[in-house]
């Protein structure tokens, strides 16, 4: 079994270091003051993050990871306009973000190395090709005799 070593550690510490502020943020033994470092820390970090996975995604050609750094990138970037009062946007507006996805899918056409085919048919899959083609008349109009 292969291990990521120092990553997994390290993401692993900063997550338990993360909720025990949050916990003790919510029953109140750390104050307001350390509050308001976490309100600026954690949108940067987001958008460090998102610039990393940009980078990472343009530097492999992996699209999925370049269109979630493009999202987290921009999310942060948002929160952080918000921290600072420039614009308003909060953590509950990231479905408003959605057409990421459709930029990062047009990147992925435009960087993809095999063209795309599109093979247009005129077969009617349920038409036996035995039988002599007399339309299209549905089958509950010829029992009440219509056409």
Same mark, same amino acid.
């Given at each position: 079994m292969k291990s990521s070593g120092g990553k997994q550690w390290f993401f692993s510490a900063i997550l338990l270091f993360t909720g025990i502020v949050f916990l003790l943020i919510n029953i109140g033994v750390i104050s307001l003051e350390i509050k308001q470092l976490f309100v600026i820390f954690i949108p940067f970090l987001i958008l460090i993050e998102g610039a990393k996975w940009i980078y990472t995604g343009l530097k492999w050609r992996r699209m999925i990871k370049f269109t979630l750094g493009l999202f987290l990138f921009i999310y942060g970037g948002l929160l952080l306009l918000d921290?600072?009062?420039?614009?308003?946007?909060?953590? !509950?507006?990231?479905? &408003? %973000?959605?057409?990421?996805?459709?930029? !990062?899918?047009?990147?992925? %056409?435009?960087? &993809? &190395?095999?063209?795309?085919?599109?093979?247009?048919?005129?077969?009617?899959?349920?038409?036996?090709?035995?039988e002599p083609y007399e339309g299209r008349v549905h089958e509950g109009s010829k029992k009440k005799g219509l056409k």
């Open positions: 921290v600072f009062e420039i614009m308003a946007f909060s953590y !509950g507006d990231w479905w &408003k %973000l959605w057409p990421v996805g459709l930029i !990062g899918f047009a990147f992925m %056409l435009l960087w &993809k &190395k095999s063209r795309i085919r599109v093979t247009v048919t005129d077969d009617y899959p349920f038409r036996d090709e035995t």
